[in-house]
């Protein structure tokens, strides 16, 4: 197994959820930590528990993925200041809305497009190169059992979702000859914030989503992630796809608790 002590993690999207817990899981292994976020005061939070708590470097950058110059501007500073990660966790995403096609928020959809692709994009065009030049390390990609199972009123979202499985199959295609591993995870129902944004801070029907079974937590996953990443290097896990035991596709749940 690998050991990550005081190798350089980047998680995109580390502010909440999954993101979040894998910062947790990779600097209680002494690992130091490139956390990026849309929200500072998190980022700054963040720095200092798991600083104070695991005696570990985090460093965070506050940004929109969706801003491809900043987006930019973050990868030269990466490279200007010879920070190039070994593992890289493209996380950030988000679901807004669940309707009808023909009754969709073009806000939302643009929203989930510019977030879940084209920031995804972003992102790996920035650090790419630089673990390149390096030729070595693991991407994960956050997935999603959307991105091989439609469900109604995801519509959009299992779209995003099938270009982020495609991409990641495209990256192994295209890092043939390095030693970087791609894969992609891609979990089911997980209480996190997800449904909270899906429905606009509606917590009700956030807390819905869950009722009646036991979901998967952010933990679990990025107890999953860990393992992934921390496998010889010559083992790669392409895709992985993960459901709490009471779910058995994106739609059919035993909800009996």
């Known amino acids: 197994m690998i050991n990550v002590k005081e190798k350089l993690i980047l998680i995109t999207g580390a502010t909440s ?25 998190r980022l700054e939070k963040i720095q200092k528990e798991l600083e104070d708590k695991y005696n570990v470097k985090v460093i965070p950058y506050c940004f929109d993925v969706r801003n491809r110059k900043l987006v930019a501007e973050f990868g030269q500073e990466l490279k200007n200041n010879n920070l190039t990660p ?21 806000d939302d959809w643009e929203e989930m497009i510019d977030t879940n692709i084209k920031g995804f994009l972003y992102t790996a065009r920035a650090v790419l190169p630089l673990m390149i030049k390096k030729n070595t390390g693991t991407v994960i990609n956050l997935g999603s059992v959307a991105g091989s199972q439609v469900y109604p009123g995801g519509n959009v979202y299992n779209a995003t979702k099938h270009a982020v499985r495609a991409l990641n199959q495209a990256m192994n295609m295209d890092l043939l000859k390095t030693n970087i591993r791609i894969s992609t995870i891609e979990p089911g129902a997980v209480e996190t914030e997800f449904s909270l944004v899906r429905f606009n801070g509606d917590k009700e029907k956030a807390d819905n989503v869950y009722k009646g079974f036991l979901p998967l937590t952010a933990s679990d996953i990025a107890d999953i992630i860990y393992f992934m990443t921390t496998l010889p290097e010559h083992v790669n896990i392409q895709n992985l796809l993960v459901t709490p035991t009471a779910q058995r596709s994106a739609t059919l749940f035993n909800r009996n608790l």
Not at 20 to 41: F, M, V
Not at 86 to 106: P, T
């Open 17 to 41: 959820g999954i993101g979040r817990a894998c910062a947790e899981i990779y600097a209680q292994n002494g690992a130091n930590i490139i956390i990026t976020g849309r929200r500072n005061d």
């Open 86 to 106: 070994y593992i890289f966790i493209n996380n950030a995403g988000l679901a807004k809305g669940i309707s009808a096609l023909q009754d969709g928020n073009i």
